[in-house]
Each structure stands twice: as structure tokens, then as C-alpha cells.
């Protein structure tokens, strides 16, 4: 009976020892340095959790080997075992990574392979022969086929050829590859400039960006790529964006 009562005191002491050395935790969960809010932050040893608040900060009671788990809708899921070290510096910096996005279905059709040989005039007229079968046959142009002309008139064709008298030299078309405004706008204003300078909320972000984007300005500032010229467009974007936030509230 003694020995089972010892043994009893034992085991109650322990628990209460170990229960002693859990300890408040202090993290912050961020992604491409962007606070990330209402991050589910789950002690998996101890089954306690909580959420990151509006700045990402978190608060969880851990013992050390306690294994951690972030998880948010849109982003991977992330494990992590505290460590003694991590425990005693009391500030856990949690990066977490985005989903990748599915393409979309690509539907690759099968076109007529045309060969060209050395004779650059006679395969420019076989090129605009075949473009004018190909105007020729399309629904709408059929109804044309009157008297004579049994085809209708290609237009496209005959607008090269007009030109081609103009001009003895073609210059080839320079390609500016498109950039996303919200990338380029995220790259050129850190964090702090939306939320402190903007006083936006995290979750405001990216709506604002695609409101900034509908604005046609936006397309010079993807091409022009000027710091100044981009605050100068969020400032004067947030005026707009806030006055429409304040109508629906």
C-alpha cells in the first residue's frame, strides 16, 4: 500500500515539474516579407493552438521538442520542433511558402507546316496566296460571291501589298515583355510603405493593387519603372481607393 501511494506521489510531482517548464512562446509568420495574419499555429504535442494576429505575431505555450504547426488556406503547410535555443531567445521567425498555382488546360492545334525555300519573293506570294484561301473561306465572306468575283476581296492582303511599294525596308517590332503591375508595385514599395505610409491593412493589399491596376496610368509605370513616379500613383490611387472603402462601410 505504501510502495503504490510513494509510487503515486512520484508521478504527481513529475507532472507537476514537467508542466513547470512549459513556456509562453513568441513568433512572428511572415511570406516575401509580408506579415501573414490568421495562421492557424498548432502545438501538436500539447494539442494547443492559436492564430497570428493583424502584424503576424503569435503567442503559444511549448516545451522544449514541442512540434509545431502552421497551416493557412494558401499556403504549404509548415512543421517545426522547438528547440531549447529557440525557447530561451523567445522571438521564432516563421517563413511559410504560397501554393503553387495549376496551369490552365492548353489545347495544342495541329496547323499546315509551310516550307520555305531561298526564292523570298515566290514564298511571300505562296504565304499570301494561303492567307487569302484562308480570309477567302471564313463564314461572312461567302455571301460576297456575286457576278464575277467569285471570291471577296482580301483587304489584309491587299493592304501588304500597298505597303510594300511604300517601304523598301521593314524594321522589326521591338517586344517589351509584360510585367504584372502588382509585382512590379510590390518590388518597388516595401511593406511598411503600404501599411504605414498607406495605412492600408494587410488583407487590403492586394485589393488595392488591382484597383491601381484597372487605372490605364498603371501601364506607363510598368514601362517607365520609376520609383518616384510610383508612390506619387499609389498615394494618389489610396485617396480614391479609401473614399470607396469608407462608401461601403
Known amino acids: 500500500m505504501k510502495v503504490k501511494l510513494l509510487l503515486a506521489l512520484f508521478l504527481l510531482v513529475h507532472q507537476f515539474s514537467f508542466s513547470q517548464t512549459e513556456k509562453l512562446l513568441k513568433g ?4 516575401d516579407n509580408f506579415l501573414l ?10 494539442r494547443k493552438s492559436t492564430k497570428t494576429n493583424d502584424k503576424g505575431e503569435f503567442l503559444i ?21 522547438v528547440s531549447p535555443k529557440e525557447i530561451e531567445l523567445n ?12 496551369l490552365d488546360e492548353v489545347i495544342v492545334a495541329k496547323k499546315q507546316n509551310l516550307k520555305l525555300s531561298e526564292n523570298k519573293k515566290y ?27 467569285v471570291n471577296g476581296l482580301n483587304f489584309v492582303t491587299i493592304g501588304k501589298k500597298l505597303l510594300d511599294l511604300f517601304s523598301k525596308e521593314k524594321e522589326p517590332k521591338k517586344v517589351t515583355p509584360e510585367i504584372e503591375f502588382a509585382v512590379l508595385a510590390k518590388n518597388t514599395c516595401d511593406q511598411k510603405f503600404y501599411l504605414e505610409t498607406l495605412k492600408l491593412k494587410p488583407e487590403e493589399i492586394d485589393l488595392f493593387l488591382q484597383f491601381c491596376d ?11 519603372s520609376n520609383e518616384l513616379s510610383m508612390m506619387d500613383f499609389l498615394r494618389t490611387k489610396n485617396i ?4 470607396l472603402i469608407s462608401l461601403q462601410n
Request: overall charge positive; hydrophobic content about 35%.
Open 61 to 81: 505555450a511549448v516545451t522544449a521538442n514541442d512540434s509545431l504547426l502552421f497551416y493557412s488556406k494558401d499556403f504549404n503547410l509548415k512543421r517545426l520542433k
Open 37 to 46: 495574419q490568421n495562421v492557424d499555429v498548432i502545438n501538436k504535442t500539447s
Open 240 to 243: 480614391e481607393f479609401q473614399k
Open 91 to 102: 522571438n521564432l521567425q516563421v517563413v511559410m511558402f504560397k501554393k503553387a498555382e495549376e
Open 123 to 149: 514564298e511571300q506570294n505562296k504565304l499570301d496566296q494561303y492567307s487569302t484561301e484562308k480570309f477567302d473561306n471564313r463564314e461572312g465572306h461567302q455571301v460576297m460571291r456575286e457576278g464575277t468575283f
Open 214 to 224: 484597372a487605372d490605364p496610368k498603371s501601364k506607363i509605370l510598368i514601362s517607365s
Open 28 to 31: 512572428v509568420v511572415s511570406s
